[in-house]
């Protein structure tokens, strides 16, 4: 079975800066999908990046990116020029890869991030 | 338009009732899901079906019993409700392997028991 493990419960950034969080997984699978979700306080599970770990190349969406080590099974999101509508729980997410149909999501415990003025 | 949209969002009701949860996606996807986000936001699958096909059942007790009359709607249905059963529940959907596997969420439906 996959674990994704996220071991900062909460992390707090000041406006315009960077900020890095943290997951690890296990899982014995050599194709699979790592997602980052963010979930504000309006509850909606919004999508903010995803990586295939067949690519070797990082992922990037405008001022969010990860670092993806397979080696080491770690998969952390940063997030540049801070923002207060970044302010949210944050989830790591696995997916393994499955021929045919779609797989289903094991998440991590989740990180609350707090951006401040 | 809401891609993933589910019904009621707020739901509170007594021990013992049946409720039910109705989701539907416009995106064409081929599979759906239900996940359960409890009170320490613990986000869990709880079913999956593919063109009306269950093809993920996670050791939920089965007086949650979900059903697809067609490929865009998926609803679930609670028997006998409990105190235990208070959580969000996000309905979700998935284009499948071809278009990258991503999930996309509805908005949830918070369900309270009392």
């Known amino acids: 079975a996959q674990t994704v493990t996220q071991s900062q419960p909460e992390m707090s950034v000041q406006e315009a800066e960077t900020v890095t969080l943290s997951c690890t997984y296990d899982?014995?699978?050599?194709?699979?999908?790592l997602f980052w979700y963010k979930q504000p306080p309006s509850r909606q599970m919004i999508l903010v990046i995803r990586?295939?770990?067949?690519?070797?190349q990082n992922a990037t969406e405008n001022r969010f990116s990860v670092n993806f080590q397979k080696a080491a099974k770690s998969f952390s999101l940063k997030i540049s020029d801070s923002q207060l509508g970044d302010t949210a729980m944050y989830f790591c997410?696995?997916?393994?890869?499955?021929?045919?149909?779609?797989?289903?999501?094991?998440f991590g415990t989740g990180t609350r991030l707090q951006v401040t003025l | 338009d809401t891609a993933v949209s589910q019904t009621p969002k707020y739901l509170v009701t007594q021990m013992g009732n049946d409720k039910s949860i109705k989701c539907e996606q416009n995106?064409?996807?081929?599979?759906m899901y239900w996940y359960k986000q409890d009170s320490k936001k613990f986000l869990k699958i709880m079913f999956s079906?593919?063109?009306?096909?269950?093809?993920i059942n996670e050791t939920v007790p089965n007086r949650f019993s979900p059903k697809s009359p067609d490929k865009a709607h998926l609803n679930l249905h609670i028997n006998s409700l409990e105190l235990g059963d208070s959580a969000v529940y996000f309905c979700?959907?998935?284009?499948?392997?071809?278009?990258?596997?991503?999930?996309?969420f509805g908005e949830g439906s918070w369900l309270t028991v009392v």
């Open positions: 979700a959907s998935s284009p499948g392997p071809a278009s990258g596997n991503t999930i996309y």
């Open positions: 899982t014995s699978e050599s194709n699979y999908y």
């Open positions: 990586q295939e770990a067949y690519k070797q």
């Open positions: 997410a696995f997916m393994k890869a499955r021929a045919g149909t779609a797989s289903k999501l094991t």
């Open positions: 995106l064409g996807h081929d599979t």
């Open positions: 079906y593919n063109n009306k096909e269950l093809i």
